[in-house]
């Protein structure tokens, strides 16, 4: 059974940081595509950042360039979000979702992915 778990969420200050984890399991991981993506309330499912297997090419929605990364650890089975100068606009339920890719693109559309894991909620709040 493939699980996809979310964590590391909770409240920061704007301008604060904050990291993601999301770890699999039940899937050969190094041959999946990984994105995250967020909600907010009263809102549609956005992506934010997307990796691909292999080599792990990244891309990132225009919100969130050069203030999130992402990166992944194919031993561990595990994705991170590195989510750094958070601003209130940020606070969203963050999700993680995975894709069987092994053609190294970093193409995460959200109506594509295969998995999903539940999500963790970050506010950005003073």
């Known amino acids: 059974e493939v699980q996809l778990q979310a964590s590391g969420g909770g409240l920061v200050q704007p301008g604060g940081f904050l990291r993601l984890s999301c770890a699999a399991s039940?899937?050969?991981?190094?041959?999946?595509?990984i994105g995250w993506f967020r909600q907010a309330p009263g809102k549609e499912r956005v992506g934010v950042a997307c990796?691909?297997?292999?080599?792990?090419?990244?891309k990132y929605s225009d919100s969130v360039k050069g203030r999130f990364t992402i990166s992944r650890n194919n031993a561990q089975n595990t994705v991170y979000l590195e989510m750094d100068s958070l601003k209130p606009e940020d606070t969203a339920q963050y999700y993680c979702?995975?894709?069987?890719?092994?053609?190294?693109?970093?193409?995460?559309?959200?109506?594509?992915?295969?998995?999903w894991g539940k999500g963790t909620l970050v506010t950005v709040s003073s």
């Open positions: 990796i691909s297997s292999g080599d792990g090419d990244t």
């Open positions: 979702a995975a894709v069987f890719d092994y053609s190294g693109r970093a193409y995460c559309p959200p109506s594509g992915m295969g998995y």
């Open positions: 039940g899937l050969a991981f190094d041959a999946y595509t």
